[in-house]
């Protein structure tokens, strides 16, 4: 499902506009985004978690010359499923 079918889906299941939708959606990823960038998880009830993880520096190999190389250290979003969101799945 790409972005545009999901503001429609939003639109057509609330009786939105596509604009007011599209700003909801968008609001939305904002607040989300927002919140991870300042290191706070984002916890959807019945959804999934959002958080920031920290990853360790690594070695790793550069596959074309076989070098080894080391990966710096970095900070990634990661997504964690809730019961009902892996229920629904099944």
Do not use: C, Y
């Amino acid at each position: 499902m790409t972005k545009a079918e999901l503001i429609d889906k939003i639109a057509s299941g609330t009786g939105l506009s596509k604009a007011d939708a599209s700003r909801a959606l968008d609001s939305t990823l904002n607040s989300i985004r927002s919140a991870l960038k300042k290191g706070q998880k984002v916890t959807l009830v019945g959804f999934g978690t959002f958080a920031v993880v920290k990853r360790k520096s690594r070695k790793g190999r550069n596959p074309r010359t076989g070098q080894v190389i080391t990966i710096p250290a970095a900070k990634i979003p990661k997504f964690t499923s809730g019961k009902s969101l892996k229920d629904a799945v099944k």
